[in-house]
């Protein structure tokens, strides 16, 4: 069973960026996509986007198209996340996850089943 | 983006309860269908994934049902552990995902 190791919290001024990375043990991520949510304080979950590595193909939210880069490197156990132009609104832990497939047949059920612990990004002047 | 709503926002619930929760997606996503459950602090885990199929290790209390735009998570004989929030998430298009808001569990 694989385990998500996250990279230590981080401080950032506004404008700068920030890099998450996020080491799969136990297993390779090379059957599966590797995803990044965010949760802001107090609120829900926020998808930010996935890549599917044996491909290298990110997959980007609207809302954070232009703005983040997710990329993984060749031997599939490590993700990395970056986010750009930093603003206090970015507060928040970002997760990594590994999205597996259920499937039977012709039908496959993606789902978060294996999740990081968390890094908590902090953006203040 | 798929808009996915939950009712309610939130509930306050005994042990030993059975409690039911609405997830309602923008657009038909046939069964594709996940719910988390997410303890304060720590990072959510998946309970059900293909609106209807328990995950490994979840307890059989958990069941989730609908299809379409509709769906229900249900716990039955609800445990002091069972606090907490729980999101449904879309997955009807690959890494194109969105997560409902939540609905916050509280034990009386």
């Known amino acids: 069973q694989v385990q998500l190791v996250q990279s230590g919290a981080e401080v950032k001024k506004p404008g700068s960026s920030v890099r998450v990375s996020c080491q799969a043990s136990g297993d390779s991520l090379s059957t599966s996509a590797l995803g990044w949510v965010r949760q802001a304080p107090g609120l829900g979950l926020e998808w930010m986007g996935g890549i599917i590595p044996v491909l290298n193909i990110p997959v980007y939210a609207q809302n954070f198209e232009g703005r983040v880069t997710i990329t993984a490197d060749k031997s599939t156990t490590t993700g990395y996340m970056e986010l750009r132009s930093l603003r206090s609104e970015d507060t928040a832990v970002y997760y990594c996850?590994?999205?597996?497939?259920?499937?039977?047949?012709?039908?496959?059920?993606?789902?978060?089943?294996?999740w990081g612990q968390g890094t908590t990004v902090i953006v203040s002047s | 983006d798929i808009h996915m709503t939950q009712s309610p926002s939130s509930l306050s619930v005994s042990v030993g309860d059975t409690v039911s929760v609405s997830c309602r997606a923008g657009?038909?996503?046939?069964?594709?269908l996940n719910w988390y459950h997410q303890k304060p602090g720590k990072a959510p885990k998946l309970l059900i994934y293909?609106?209807?199929s328990l995950h490994s290790g979840v307890p059989s209390r958990f069941g989730g049902s609908g299809s379409g735009t509709d769906f229900t998570l249900t716990i039955s004989s609800l445990q002091p552990e069972d606090l907490g929030t729980y999101y449904c998430?879309?997955?009807?298009?690959?890494?194109?995902?969105?997560f409902g808001p939540g609905t916050k569990l509280e034990i009386k």
């Open positions: 293909g609106a209807s």
């Open positions: 657009q038909n996503i046939s069964n594709y």
């Open positions: 996850m590994k999205i597996g497939d259920d499937c039977s047949g012709v039908t496959c059920y993606s789902r978060m089943d294996v």
């Open positions: 998430q879309q997955s009807y298009r690959t890494l194109m995902y969105t």
